[in-house]
């Protein structure tokens, strides 16, 4: 059912809920990925069906690559490394993933790829990555000279060798070269200069490759030696988006009650998780199974710092429970915030404020002090077409009454149906 083009948020008594999530976006559009460039068919289950993997599937569609969907099912028919299509024009939306992913993957083929996006992206920057694969023997270049898409890639096959990758804006950059290396005609070392933000999705990837037979030796987080190999397809099963988790896990938290997450647990690879541990240290009650975690709030949030380099797109969720602490919050070593969908950096500032909070911004950090007052009448929250700024801000409303959310529709990137499991988390 469509969305309307403002939605106003019910606030909600204790919350009482047992749920699933929708799966992890970024292991779907990294086992699209590599099972494209297996050899063979491979079935994932459990994919994010939202625009964010929707995007992706065409592109590979258009790059020569079947994909059949059913449900959550995707099945992948990979062609060995090989890019059947000579000539694409890629539109990837606002897909981060996808852009960069994709960008890597098509310079294995043979011929003149463009990849583009909408205006937003077109503000996103992807020299890096470019520099790198330059530096590994690929004509690719930014259309515009901005060092943003529209990217243009004429490839003949990825030579590979050594690059130096600057790590200080993305880990998806790394992330999209590593797992087109083992396709590379000679085996690919990558060297990050610089402190990478997201190490955990970096280690996403490396436990991805694995599953599909590629391994790849490391040093920590500065060197990394691809061999020439080969992806084998098989049967692979998606992960619950962490993201999507903290969320509800943060709908407990402000309410004083419990969200049990079915499809997030102890053995999840995803760094996001790690929410649930920071709910902890402000006084929510974590308990965790392989394959489960439950948070209950404890009618106490407790202030403080912390360092969310390793998750920072959890940022939006803590900086709205923040307003609910006893003392302010500090949240640090986020710069990458500002190349986002938005500059998340500033558009938190402006959202906060109009809900009555003083909130400071820095280069890289955000302070929000906790709301002394409710705010007087309707407040419309503008989303800046960030999916992420809908449903964090969502999360005020469970509290306060008189949130607006502006172009919910928005979260259709990542989890359509975000609203409607929101408002089920109350016991009927």
Known sequence: MPLPPTLAIRPLRRV???????????????????????????????????????????????????????????????????????????DLKLSGTSIRFLTALVALGRGRFVLDGNARMRERPIQDLLDALTALGV??????????????????????????????????????LLMAAPYAQTPVTLT???????????????????????????????????PVG???????????????????????????????VTNVGASSVQGDKRLAEVLAEMGCAVTWSETSCTVRGTGRLRGGTFDLNDMSDQAQTLAVVALFADAPVTITNIWNLRIKETDRLSALRAELSKLGARVEEGGDWITVHPLTAPPEGAVEIATYGDHRMAMAFALAGLRLP???????????????????????????
Do not use: H
């Open 192 to 226: 990050v200069s610089g402190e990478l933000p997201s190490k955990p999705f970096v280690d996403m990837t490396l436990k991805l490759m694995a599953d599909f037979g590629v391994e790849v030796a490391r040093d920590g987080y500065r060197r990394f030696e691809v």
């Open 402 to 428: 008189g949130v607006v959310i502006r172009d919910p529709a928005c979260v259709g990137k990542t989890f359509p149906t975000f609203f409607e499991v929101l408002a089920a988390l109350e016991p009927r």
């Open 139 to 176: 004509k690719a270049t930014s259309q515009l000279q901005t060092g943003c898409p529209p990217v243009v890639v004429e490839a003949a096959g990825l030579p590979g060798g050594e690059a130096v990758l600057a790590g200080g804006s993305s880990s998806q950059y790394l992330s999209a």
């Open 230 to 260: 080969r992806y084998a397809a098989r049967a692979y099963a998606v992960e619950g988006d962490a993201m999507a988790a903290g969320y509800l896990w943060a709908a407990a938290a402000l309410t004083g009650g419990r969200v049990e």
């Open 16 to 90: 009482d809920a047992r749920v699933s999530v929708p799966g992890s976006k970024s292991l779907t559009n990294r086992a699209l990925i590599t099972a494209a460039l297996a050899e063979g068919d491979s079935t994932l289950s459990g994919c994010l069906v939202a625009e964010d993997s929707e995007v992706m599937v065409r592109a590979l569609r258009a790059l020569g690559i079947a994909v059949a969907i059913s449900g959550t099912t995707m099945t992948v028919s990979g062609q060995g490394g090989r890019v059947p299509a000579a000539r694409a024009e890629l």
